[in-house]
């Protein structure tokens, strides 16, 4: 079992940056696919990005593409987002989730775990 904790998030201003970071508990961690999704008011919960087990191999939305960084660090049991370039359409709060899956997965029914989610604001 995974247990994820994420922060980082807060208030910045359009085209600011933020670096969202996921800690999880758990020896397991790196077997697990990692994945950060992101839900705005009375919106579903969208893909934003995931890694692979070691992290060689990431995937991204394309409403993120060349703005946001996945990466990992297995040693330290922690995922991060970098988020570079916002927009205020990237409003929204950012949950962290870990799959078992042996592939990079982009649906919510695909992770077993999530965090708590943490608010990013960005304003225009």
């Known amino acids: 079992q995974v247990q994820l904790a994420e922060s980082g998030g807060g208030l910045v201003q359009a085209g600011g940056s933020l670096r969202l970071s996921c800690a999880a508990s758990?020896?397991?961690?790196?077997?697990?696919?990692m994945g950060w999704f992101r839900q705005a008011p009375g919106k579903e919960r969208d893909f934003v990005a995931a890694?692979?087990?070691?992290?060689?191999?990431?995937y991204y939305a394309d409403s993120v593409k060349g703005r946001f960084t996945i990466s990992r660090d297995n040693a330290k049991n922690t995922v991060y987002l970098q988020m570079n370039s916002l927009k205020p359409e990237d409003t929204a709060v950012y949950y962290c989730?870990?799959?078992?899956?042996?592939?990079?997965?982009?649906?919510?029914?695909?992770?077993?775990?999530w965090g708590q989610g943490t608010r990013v604001t960005v304003s225009s």
């Open positions: 890694i692979s087990w070691s992290g060689a191999r990431t």
């Open positions: 758990g020896r397991t961690f790196s077997t697990y696919f």
């Open positions: 989730a870990a799959s078992p899956r042996e592939v990079l997965v982009t649906t919510t029914r695909e992770y077993d775990y």
